[in-house]
């Protein structure tokens, strides 16, 4: 079982090498080489497209009467949640879960799969 382990983890680095983007250039055509630059400009770029001044205007529009209007929490129903909990149930509770939380050295290892496109040069992102 553990040989098998071994040779399913193998596959994957190799995988893996075969993906490694050695340059890319940001959007003043300097190529970038460094991992730390590449990893940068590609969370920058993305963060770009996705920003809420790429979203349709009517999804907006929507998106901002959703997101303004107040939640409204019915502190005095029976649910399990508004029930009160000890100093000794919180403390159970984060030292559960300390260790979960993605933190700034974990947002910047990622694993980041290049899908070219036909006919243009692999270092435009």
């Not at 098998?4 to 250039?25: A, C, F, R, W």
């Not at 940001?26 to 920003?51: R, Y």
């Not at 907006?60 to 909990?85: A, C, G, H, M």
Request: no cysteine; charged share 30%.
């Amino acid at each position: 079982m553990y040989q098998q382990y071994q040779l399913n983890q193998l596959k994957y680095e190799t995988k893996l090498k075969e993906y490694k983007i050695s340059g890319l250039k940001d959007g003043d055509g300097n190529l970038l080489t460094s991992p730390k630059d590449i990893a940068n400009h590609i969370s920058e770029t993305l963060e770009k497209q996705f920003s809420d001044e790429n979203l349709d205007v009517e999804f907006r529009k929507y998106k901002n009467r959703v997101e303004s209007t107040p939640l409204v929490i019915d502190y005095d129903s029976n649910y399990p949640i508004n029930q009160p909990f000890s100093l000794k149930e919180l403390m159970a509770s984060i030292h559960q879960f300390r260790n979960s939380a993605a933190g700034p050295k974990k947002w910047q290892e990622s694993i980041i799969l290049p899908f070219y496109e036909t006919g243009k040069p692999k270092t435009d992102l």
